[in-house]
């Protein structure tokens, strides 16, 4: 070929981690296409009693790496967030014990709906961008770059069934509801498009991940914890001011020692809660009485607050989703595919890092391929491999590698402080110690 062209990525994925970068590569002025198998997000209600609404309290590891990419989306979401400066401890007993996360710096992490997070950064894609909702990546040929697409029949999908996003499927909804399994229908292949660089950001199942390892030895471990969490809902109380029945700026949190509750605030005055139990107990939950027993007896202040027949309703009807820890070394393929987001590490939620870790990817391969002065533009033809580019890519995924794995490590450890360890007095002021 003569002449350049501006690079090609390929992003599969417009979850939070594909749709940051889209932009950021956008902002290189490389050419961008980005697949999701979703609906486009853009214009539907997210407020938390639309939608169900995984929360997600994003730290400052998140909000620089937006910051990178563009100042005013960091601004946006800090705006749109509910800064939590503390954990709220809710003992058996009714007692609520605040545990604030930075006395002295007064540090907090930010609540914020996963749907609105995601919808406010796919808004923010520029037209440039070409966007292909409802096509889901089926195949990959990496050698020669080229990447295969379905679209879903919309006649023939079940609603909450069509994705690959592990949190439904294994394990099924809550007491009575059957499966709704094997409706599933989709036109093969109906989508194909060349890239330079497919960026894999399609989550903890990851189909560019299954591509890569077939052409590399590439090091994978999947591990799962013996918790399943489900979403619950706390609704506003108009009797209280903004609605928060209890207090707005706290992660609150019941711990159990085996299981515990969480609640995060939503910007309406209600509270998206997760509870976290094992499978193995769940399996003895199986009647609304055996439920209602439980909840009664670990959870009273979160009954009397939500009701009791609102929490069964959600305990019986929502989804129990697994919890994995995902690591893959490398996460760049030649020059041709890398990883990013869940899809290279995925984490149990309990240091709240997951997202942020992935936002953080974004930034850390801008700093790389700054780094590498790999050009927006290239000679070269698609299918050829491009050794600056592969250099910048190894770069990227040898600086990642540590600082993944160990935040792995750390969000598993926060698994036993947060639902046992906050409980002791002593154990705080340990930390209150370790702060100075
Ligand atoms: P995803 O959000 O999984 O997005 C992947 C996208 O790819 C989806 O839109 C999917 O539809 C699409 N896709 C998948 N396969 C295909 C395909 N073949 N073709 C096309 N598109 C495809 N993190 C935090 O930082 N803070 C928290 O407080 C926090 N709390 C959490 C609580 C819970 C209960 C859980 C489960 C997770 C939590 N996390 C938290 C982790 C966080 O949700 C994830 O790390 C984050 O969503 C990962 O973003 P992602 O864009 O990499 O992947």
């Not at 014990?97 to 914020?112: A, G, K, L, M």
């Amino acid at each position: 070929m003569t002449g350049t062209r501006p690079r090609k990525a390929l992003v599969i994925g417009a979850g939070p981690v594909g749709a940051l970068t889209a932009l950021s590569l956008h902002r290189r002025g490389w050419e961008v296409e980005l697949w999701e198998s979703r609906d486009d997000p853009r214009g539907v209600d997210a407020a938390p009693s639309n939608l169900r609404s995984i929360n997600l309290a994003i730290s400052s590891r998140g909000l620089e790496a937006l910051r990178s990419v563009d100042p005013s989306l960091a601004e946006q979401f800090q705006n749109e967030a509910i800064p939590m400066k503390g954990r709220m401890i809710h003992h058996v007993d009714g007692k609520q014990e605040s545990q604030i996360y930075d006395p002295i710096n007064e540090q907090c992490i930010n609540s914020i709906g996963r749907p609105l997070l995601n919808q406010r950064l796919v808004e923010s894609l520029p037209e440039e961008i070409k966007i292909r909702f409802n096509t889901k990546l089926s195949r990959v040929d990496l050698n020669h770059k080229y990447a295969y697409g379905s679209s879903a029949d919309d006649k023939n999908v079940v609603p909450g069934e069509e994705h690959d996003d592990g949190e439904i499927a294994s394990t099924g909804a809550g007491l009575s509801s059957g499966s709704k399994k094997g409706k599933n229908k989709e036109k093969e292949d109906s989508k194909s498009t060349s890239f330079d660089l497919i960026v894999g950001c399609d989550g903890s199942w990851s189909k560019v991940r299954t591509s890569m390892m077939r052409m590399e030895r590439i090091d994978f471990s999947q591990s799962f914890i013996p918790h399943a969490y489900i979403e619950l809902h706390m609704p506003a109380d108009p009797t209280k001011p903004g609605g928060y029945a209890i207090d707005k700026n706290h992660l609150h949190i019941w711990p159990r020692h085996s299981f515990m509750l969480i609640g995060l605030p939503n910007k309406d005055g209600s509270f998206t809660l997760t509870l976290f139990l094992p499978f193995s107990s769940l399996a003895a939950l199986t009647t609304r009485e055996a439920a209602s027993r439980f909840f009664l007896e670990n959870f009273p202040s979160a009954v009397q607050i939500v009701g009791e027949k609102m929490l069964l309703d959600d305990f019986e009807n929502n989804p129990r989703g697994n919890l994995v820890t995902i690591n893959v070394t490398p996460s760049a393929w030649s020059s041709h595919a890398l990883l990013l987001g869940d899809a290279s590490h995925s984490m149990v939620p309990f240091y709240g890092q997951g997202l942020n870790c992935g936002l953080e990817d974004v930034r850390v391969l801008n700093s790389v391929l700054e780094k590498h002065k790999v050009p927006s533009t290239t000679s070269l033809e698609v299918g050829e491999t491009d050794p600056q580019l592969e250099l910048a890519l190894k770069a990227y995924s040898i600086e990642r590698q540590a600082d993944l794995k160990a935040i792995c490590e750390l969000a598993l450890q926060n698994y036993t402080e947060m639902r046992s360890h906050v409980l002791s007095p002593l154990h705080h002021f340990r930390r209150f110690l370790d702060s100075f």
